[in-house]
């Protein structure tokens, strides 16, 4: 395959690629507080008419404050141009390729932000009657439908906020339906190149993680995880395809050993993006399904959230899903209420879930349908596995089966005869235009790097990444590494000291 | 579908061209887009497709949601046709939302920029995080602020977490004023590993029990759900005697005039952001506060992402995600919390609008919430039969016992074009039929006679 040309289509100026991002000055920003001046303002209100009470004839003097907090004292220009130039000290997907392996940073359909902006969806209060909100209930409603569907399970709820949310939301309900059986058991399976969210949520949940080796392929050891099968395990999680990028191929096998045991199978939907549309969690077995919609339904991530992690279930499951959730009134045709599942667990969210985040993932997915849903997953494992066969030869393939939506490269070999690292050609990778992959990660892999490049990239900027992928190793391998490790230098700070911040902490400004 | 040709849908954001997937599939030697897939058992591959409409361009999504928008009645100024004029809250605020901070965070370099792993090129959010963490801990008189969790019920959730993991305790004791629906995510997601007692309101107010055993945590909220102000500084003592963390629901508009929760002995602030910023959106995405003492199990137990100031190669100031070892991907197992992916954009959009407030401006709103809410209150309980649920004093919101049944004050109220309250009948039966009644500065002078009027109208 080495031998292969790369097709000339795929040479031109690409889309994705951010090297001429004009970045002004070296210096840093104030912040707020060194910008502030004492009597400054920024805000206004109008008259209401209502008396202009004094504080204490609102509140019992001893509750009064005897000053208002210290915060920064700006005009509204000021603010405005602050939070300006620290945009354009951000980079983001509306800026290029964004190949951050497991985080599916696909571009943003900006459709779905004016959809998000509606005041009949957005000026709602979360406790008005049912009556005065059948809108949001049928939107709601509608998107259980597909996203049950999707995954092929029965309900769903669509309350967790982020993906570790839903994690816990699916582990609290695997209790709830043991304790229903009668049974408690005490372990949940979890592979060694799993998301660290799932141990942290198990152990939330009130289980033991247990870990479930790898074998040599990079997928789960079928026999090991044979012999952890007992009475006692409530569950296996698992991300398939997996975190190093490859389709758990023994799917059935792995289903029918956890089954068997009276165990439930949790899907972990952080890389649904490969098989959307093309392979159902439900089909494959799994009982329980969490969905970051932020990840396979391109909510934009906000920096850090918020996302939206739904938790959709087989029917023996759904009697124990939180709630409230909405379901048809019966008799009404086209009208709903809210109603608590029987033997619910109880609520997740204070109120509904991130709302306004769903009516955006229900946008997305009604303006793809059933024929651009699974073209998404085509795309993504193509776009893929172009880059991973452009890396071969420079970069190892520790599990290099057929790669789907992502793919795990290490950098070993360099770092052996170099001492380059995989953060420093990540760091070099920044100055050729492109965000990094994710870095070491999964924990399996040494000097991981795993590069996810999504579906909305084109193929110029697929051929584009190759090329600074291939290019900075050939230069590290050439003068040692010299210019990857005193990367990146085109950025407002360059390398910073993470271990000396975690030491000497400064969390709030202080002057 | 033939092998070889795309199929596109139409709401389709994929670039691909059928020459360039060719070319693609030919440097892989595949000859369609199905082989991609073929060593994936056929058992489990769909068959026949999804059975969903199929896609649709964006002037029709558009459409489709417009419709769907339209069948609500949203909150909103009178004059907006189908709107109900807003005198409900309980957790969820209509406040004005200055339009720098709306066109400030709607910005897509943060919008479209995912959680700070590369802090060189993330030094705008990192900054904004930090700068939020800074007037977080100064309106809650508080130490360390983290980077943000979901909502108020997760802060409260970790809250009590973190008091467990600190005190090596399980018992917690969950004032009856906190939100009904916090108390039950508590519930939810405490429940397996913790041992939660409520203790009971009495005229509103927290009544702690004498006995309280040996816990991890009290937890208050400051103003309660009917609107009352607590006494943190009682709470905060009891606590302290039973070697309890304090953790107090802290309000950022009511921080403009109220003494700090972390003046007041409160170990934990926890609370909700979005009056600050943040539409009412049908309850979320908000943002959950939460900010601490400076206490030496702050490095191993705080949750969720936290922002340190740093040095760069060359001395020069900068911002990084700090403390990690704390975290998931790190400690896996033994972790401080699960939490990844936090609300960050709308930590920003809260930091914006304090800075646009500042002081006085924060001081201000409160003043005026508060005093609409008396100006209503006393309005109110002139009507006959409408009366105090509580004595208690309150800020701006407040209970109000109705003469005839709370649901159907709402429904009668709808039909004049007010969103009347909050029913807290069955959440607190000792009440009687009761409403919570929520007044911001979005409610003028004349807002408050025409609901006053209508109110008297539908109790007679």
């Not at chain 1, 084109?458 to 230069?475: I, K, N």
């Not at chain 2, 305790?169 to 409520?198: D, F």
Request: charged content about 20%; overall charge negative.
């Amino acid at each position: 395959m080495l031998s292969q040309p790369v097709p000339e289509l795929l040479t031109r100026p690409s889309g994705g690629r951010a090297a001429s991002l004009p970045l002004l000055g070296r210096d840093g920003e104030p912040t707020l507080f060194e910008l502030s001046s004492p009597g400054r303002r920024g805000w206004s209100f109008r008259a209401t008419g209502v008396p202009e009470w004094a504080a204490d004839e609102l509140v019992p003097a001893e509750h009064l404050a005897a000053a208002a907090p210290a915060l920064p004292e700006v005009s509204e220009r000021d603010l405005v141009a602050h939070f300006s130039r620290l945009s354009s000290r951000n980079y983001s997907v509306d800026h290029g390729s964004y190949p951050l392996g497991s985080c599916t940073m696909k571009y943003n359909p900006k459709l779905c932000d004016a959809v998000a902006a509606m005041p009949g969806l957005a000026s709602c209060h979360p406790a008005q009657p049912d009556q005065q909100v059948q809108g949001w209930l049928a939107l709601l409603a509608d998107l259980e439908r597909i996203l049950c569907e999707v995954t092929g399970t029965a309900a769903a709820t669509l309350q967790p906020a982020a993906g570790a949310q839903g994690e816990l939301t699916g582990l609290l309900l695997m209790r709830a339906w043991h304790e229903s059986q009668g049974r408690r058991p005490t372990k949940v399976l979890i592979p060694d190149s799993a998301h660290g969210t799932n141990p942290a949520s198990a152990s939330m949940a009130g289980y033991e993680a247990v870990e479930v080796p790898s074998d040599s392929r990079g997928l789960v050891d079928v026999e090991a995880l044979r012999r952890l099968v007992s009475d006692d395990v409530a569950g296996l999680m698992l991300t398939n395809p997996n975190t190093v990028g490859l389709f758990e191929v023994d799917i059935e096998a792995i289903a029918a050993e956890v089954h068997a045991a009276d165990a439930l199978l949790y899907y972990d939907g952080a890389n649904l993006n490969a098989i959307v549309g093309v392979v159902r969690p439900g089909d494959m077995g799994f009982d329980i399904v969490h969905l970051n919609l932020h990840k396979t339904f391109a909510t934009p991530h906000g920096g850090g959230g918020p996302g939206a992690g739904p938790v959709a279930v087989s029917e023996r499951l759904a009697p124990f899903l939180p709630g409230p959730v909405p379901r048809p009134v019966p008799g009404e045709e086209g009208r709903y209420r809210w109603v608590m599942p029987e033997q619910s667990i109880g609520r997740i969210h204070g109120w509904h879930g991130n709302a306004l985040v769903l009516a955006r993932a229900y946008a997305y997915i009604l303006a793809h349908g059933a024929d651009g849903l699974p073209e998404i997953a085509r795309t993504a494992v193509l776009n893929a596995r172009y880059l991973k066969e452009r890396l071969r030869g420079t970069y190892d393939f520790p599990y290099d089966g057929p790669c789907m939506h992502e793919f795990v490269a290490s950098s070993t070999p360099l770092k052996k005869t170099t001492g380059v690292r995989a953060l420093d050609l990540a760091k070099r990778l920044i100055e050729e235009g492109f965000h990094p992959p994710t870095m070491y990660f999964p924990l399996i892999v040494d000097e991981a790097l795993m590069v996810e490049p999504t579906e909305t990239e084109s193929p110029q900027t697929v051929e584009a990444l190759a090329q600074a992928l291939l290019a900075v190793a050939a230069e590290a391998a050439e003068d040692g590494g010299a210019a990857a490790t005193a990367a990146p230098r085109t950025t407002p700070v360059g390398r910073i000291d993470e271990a000396g911040a975690a030491r000497k902490l400064r969390l709030t400004w202080t002057g | 579908m033939a092998a070889g040709v795309i199929v596109r849908g139409m709401g389709s954001f994929v670039p691909h061209t059928q020459a360039e997937i060719e070319a693609m599939l030919g440097f892989l030697g595949l000859d369609s887009l199905d082989d991609l897939f073929a060593h994936i058992p056929d058992a489990v591959r769909l068959a026949g497709g999804l059975a969903i409409e199929p896609g649709r361009a964006e002037t029709d999504v558009l459409g489709r949601l417009g419709e769907l928008a339209g069948r609500n009645r949203p909150a909103g100024a009178a004059s907006s046709a189908g709107h109900l004029v807003c005198f409900a809250g309980g957790g969820a605020y209509e406040h004005d939302i200055p339009t720098a901070v709306r066109a400030l965070a709607g910005r897509s370099e943060f919008v479209t920029s995912y959680t700070p792993y590369q802090p060189e090129l993330a030094q705008g959010v990192l900054q904004a995080l930090f700068e939020y963490q800074t007037m977080l801990c100064r309106i809650t008189g508080m130490d360390v602020a983290n980077a943000s969790l979901y909502d108020a019920a997760s802060s409260a959730v970790e809250g009590l977490n973190l008091a467990a993991a600190a005190t090596g305790r399980k018992l917690v004791w969950v004032s009856a004023g906190v939100r009904p629906a916090i108390r039950t995510v508590i519930g939810t997601l405490c429940g397996p590993r913790l041992e939660i007692r409520e203790a009971p309101l009495r005229d509103g107010v927290t009544v702690w029990p004498d006995d309280l055993g040996e816990p991890a945590a009290l937890l208050l909220a400051h103003p309660n759900h009917l609107g009352v102000l607590e006494d943190v500084a009682g709470a905060a003592g009891k606590a302290h005697g039973a070697g309890a963390l304090r953790v107090a629901g802290a309000d950022p508009v009511a921080a403009g005039l109220l003494r700090p929760v972390g003046e007041l002995g409160a170990d934990v602030a926890v609370g909700e952001g979005q009056p600050l910023g943040t539409p009412l959106a049908f309850g979320g995405p908000y943002v959950g506060l939460f900010a601490v003492k400076q206490a030496p199990y702050v490095r191993r137990w705080l949750p969720g992402r936290l922002v340190g100031e740093a040095e760069d190669s060359e001395g020069r100031k900068a911002y990084v995600l700090t403390l990690s070892t704390r975290e998931q991907h790190i400690r896996r197992a033994g972790a401080s919390s699960n939490v990844c992916t936090n609300q960050t954009l709308i930590a920003v959009m809260t930091a914006i609008h304090m800075a646009w407030l500042g002081p006085a401006g924060l001081r201000e709103l409160a003043l005026r919430c508060g005093r609409g809410a008396r100006y209503t209150r006393e309005a109110l309980f002139r009507i006959p039969g409408v009366e105090p649920a509580v004595g208690a004093p309150s800020l701006y919101e407040f209970a109000v016992r109705t003469p005839r049944p709370a649901g159907e004050v709402l429904e009668k109220l709808a039909e004049e074009g007010f969103l009347a309250g909050l029913d807290l009948t069955a959440d607190y039966p000792e009440l009687g039929e009761a409403l919570l009644v929520t007044v911001t500065e979005s409610r003028t002078r004349a807002d408050i006679d025409a609901y006053v009027t209508a109110f008297e109208k539908a109790v007679a």
